[in-house]
């Protein structure tokens, strides 16, 4: 997956990737956190430069055997409800 960084998320995450590593590794790789495989910055004319950082992809594929509920964390309620269906257990 790859996630535009704002403002001062780039610094943010350089700062801790020392701790983010020493995690991963103290936990054998078997950290739920996503892998984090790089932080990038896009330069080129057509634009102003663009942070990126490329990530493992936690969202697994659904099927009606294995359903699973996926939450948008941006905070945005616009477009994002969707209705259960009734046989949906409910978590809360």
Do not use: C
């Amino acid at each position: 997956m790859i996630k535009t960084l704002k403002g001062k998320e780039k610094k943010i995450m350089l700062d801790i990737l020392d701790d983010y590593i020493d995690h991963i590794q103290k936990t054998k790789n078997k950290s739920l956190l996503a892998r984090i495989y790089g932080i990038f910055t896009i330069k080129t004319d057509y634009f102003s430069p663009l942070d990126v950082i490329v990530m493992q992809n936690t969202v697994q594929l659904t099927s009606k055997e294995n359903p699973k509920m996926v939450f948008d964390l941006k905070g945005s309620t616009v477009g994002r409800l969707t209705k259960l269906p009734s046989n949906q257990q409910r978590f809360w």
